[in-house]
């Protein structure tokens, strides 16, 4: 008797667990670039959702500074993650962003990061950060902090895909470095949600 009902509650937990799955949807598309050098690297997200509020993600993110370049060039983050800026080059990086989403008073600048070195910094101002350096004024990349952890970055195509998103309805942002941000309503019923995006300058 004991064996049959923790069979059954095997069988219970295992039929829940592919409800889950089953809820869990995916929003894909392709952003189409209009005007702009090309569709890659644009950021795709959920906009806050009223009553809902998420950790700050223990797993950091990691920029690196390789041949004076940011890598990645876009890094999109939840609010609250914790960027590592890492150095690989033989050259010092001062790394430094003059404002958040405009608003300089949340400009910051980090000391002379050596090479192997690393410095850490939690993004908890939601809005783009662009990274520079004043060392090598070539140098250029962005953050992007957005509510949800509900995002992704477009590749070479302009297609993308968001993984794990609950059944509702939402609001869908894109950020761009060069395009106009743009905002449209989805639903989603946890099945794949095909949406195209047409980002223009
Ligand atoms: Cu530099």
């Known amino acids: 008797m004991k064996m049959i009902r923790r069979s059954c509650v ?59 370049i940011f890598l990645p060039h876009t890094a999109v983050i939840l609010q609250g993650t914790t960027v590592e800026f890492l150095n690989h080059d033989n050259v010092a990086h001062n790394v430094y962003w003059p404002s958040i989403d405009g608003d300089k008073k949340l400009r910051h600048s980090m000391t002379i990061v050596s090479p192997n070195q690393k410095k850490s910094f939690e993004f908890d101002n939601l809005g783009v950060a662009q990274i520079l350096c004043n060392l090598h004024p070539e140098m250029i990349g962005y953050i992007v902090v957005v509510p949800t952890p509900y995002f992704a970055l477009t590749g070479p195509d302009g297609t993308f895909s968001i993984k794990d998103v609950p059944p509702g309805t939402y609001t869908l942002k894109t950020w761009s470095e060069d395009g106009k941000a743009t905002s449209q309503t989805i639903t989603t019923d946890g099945a794949a949600t095909s949406v195209d995006l047409v980002v223009k300058k």
């Open 10 to 68: 095997t069988i219970l937990l295992g039929v829940l667990w592919v409800a889950n799955l089953a809820q869990a949807g995916e929003v894909k598309g392709k952003v189409s670039a209009a005007g702009l050098k090309s569709a890659q690297n644009i950021a795709v997200y959920i906009d806050a959702i009223p009553g809902k509020k998420f950790d700050h993600p223990a797993q950091h993110v990691a920029v690196d500074q390789q041949n004076l």
